[in-house]
């Protein structure tokens, strides 16, 4: 409904605002959200979205599957389910985790949610008191942001460098908050090809982590939805696997690797941690959408997963290198960006004294969009960033809109010098 | 997992407990559900449960329309949606309810959920802060409570007859709280077909209670997901038709006409609640599954939804038939029960001094199952009272189990009297 229609509908009327809680009165729609909805409507190159391709959704599978489930399974596709998940996809995601990770499936339980966007609110609602300190990177994924901030968290925010999470800068930052009396609820971490940056945490960096959970008696919530998306360089294993007392809490989504149109996440921790976060998920939806979840075991447990994934990366990667060779072709000095190995995200970082925000405007008006990067930071305290996605747009559109984008940048930096 | 497993995980590790944020520390799994795990082992004749009979999926035609728009709407069906929700389908249900409730579309906006439990909670996200007013039905939808719970509203329960909620009794509430200077934020009704009496609220306490909403200042909210299956007796409009400045939050569910397994409900509302119900929706989870949506909206503008209602009102009204009779044929002086139009319940009175809850056991030992009343009244006064599903069962079962169940009250009975 148009904004015309919501006026029309409202003059003369309640004053519906009066009604709402105090919390849902500072409930602001994301002015990102506002920008791309313009942007969506022209001819501007966005590589803005955060969308994977559809050309890489398993159509043809999912038709076989879903025909296939319907003569044999409707009865349970069709039901309602138990709130942890359809227990046979529930057990061969645990496997799959065993295989491909080397996460015990005697260690874990898995609780299936509607995208792993489901599990960051739950992971609030069940771990958050306010004031609570929830440690996140800097940057880090908006919506994870957005869904803590409604339980009152204090966060704080680490730098990153081209291995993820600055983790010295984390220790130095705990001694410091043991020192005031204060202790840290839990570290939440994008950990494998990062949103916004692409940028990875290294193995060394993730077995400190842990080791610094214990010590200074943490959790960590491993937030892991690209990991599979690797174009170059050697697979590392998650932190969950270096976690022996059940205190990361890790999440997976079949958004990036089969299709977000299931709205499929889930969350594989310590049977402790997920009986609590399904008694509290059973107020919020009853249970994760069983047809989609049956439709996903037999994608997981008859192997189409893993005949998928190399078909995804293969679509991908020549749009990272484009990207790549664009940035290094058309970018002015003084611009830095990161080299992912996977993933969905580039993060470019301008010179200081450039607001990508404000930019924005000539970007759009150039024929190219993007994500400023200040909402990324929880202290929105770094104006000349932005987030650059490569995998839905072609490779032709990539080059010419990082061509665009580089014209208004060379620009920017020649305001700024004058 | 079973309990073994977790207690072997967890000797010697983390006190997970800790860890948990005040409000998660107070939830507790429902004793019910635990309960009826316990049936669901055993071959008792279960009249708890609250599913719809699997016998009423349209399996046809979800193979039918699924085939279809894999081959044409594969790209919308896959990807991630808008958060309001698949337009064609929002527009087809503004449809479809102006002609079946006439509300016209013009008054209202919709916006899909993950099933109309999301609805609950999303409302008392937006609605509730602590302390709030929120008048509910003696006794009302467990999981209502168990939603609105968590945002911490005083619950003001009103008793219930053959007409649904007293309103008269609401008015004299109203009044008194006016005295004390206190407000309702809102009324929360499950106007047709109650669940768990099976009552519906009679016309004119339907228009009385818009009224009462004017002259108070509450909003209502009315959850609907029963209205389509009536067995006898003539429609009614929903609270909404009478409802002109927007006060009525309406919740619609393809759970009992459809089927559950697609986890979509949808709320129809002025446009400006439905915007801050989206803001919060955002952060709970991006948006309900895309692929149940495109098939719903399939189901909708097809016209499959109204030929398929009449079809669950056939398979439905034997077995209300066939509950009540065998109520009628064996149950002994003193007990009283519902004669619901439709929907899936019946609510059995017992005499006072009968503990259903405790009586549980016995009648479980005896072969049958139903859910102590207890659990369904905000304050948890009420103990002689007990909820009957008739829905999913087959008729030579019902009568079988309400025998059975008779069998147990007349001891009862006999022993109170003692």
Known sequence: MGEKLMRKLSSGSLDFEVYFSDKAQEMKASEIRELLKLVETSDVISLAGGLPAPETFPVETIKK?????????????????????FTPLRLALADWMEKRYGIPTSKVEIMMVAGSQQALDIIGRVFINPGDIVVVEGPTYLAALNAFKYYEPEFVSIPMDDNGMMIDLLEEKLE??????????????????????????????RKRLVELAQEYDFLIVEDSPYSELRYSGEPIPPIKHFDDEGRVIYLGTFSKIFAPGFRLGWVAAHPHFIRKMEIAKQALDLCANPFGQVIAWKYVADGYLDEHIPRVIEFYKPRRDAMLEA????????VKWTKPDGGMFIWVTLPEGIDTKLMMEKAVAKGVAYVPGEAFFAHRDVKNTMRLNFTYVPEEKIHEGVKRLAGVIEEEIKAIKD
Not at 65 to 85: S, V
């Open 65 to 85: 599957i879903t025909a296939e489930i319907l003569n044999t399974h409707a009865d349970k596709a069709l039901q309602y389910g138990t709130t942890k998940g």
């Open 176 to 205: 410091k908050l043991r020192a005031e009396g204060k202790k840290v609820k839990f570290v939440y971490t994008v950990s494998t090809f990062q949103n916004p940056m692409g940028v990875t945490m290294s193995l060394d960096r």
């Open 327 to 334: 940035l290094e072709e058309y970018m002015p000095e003084g």
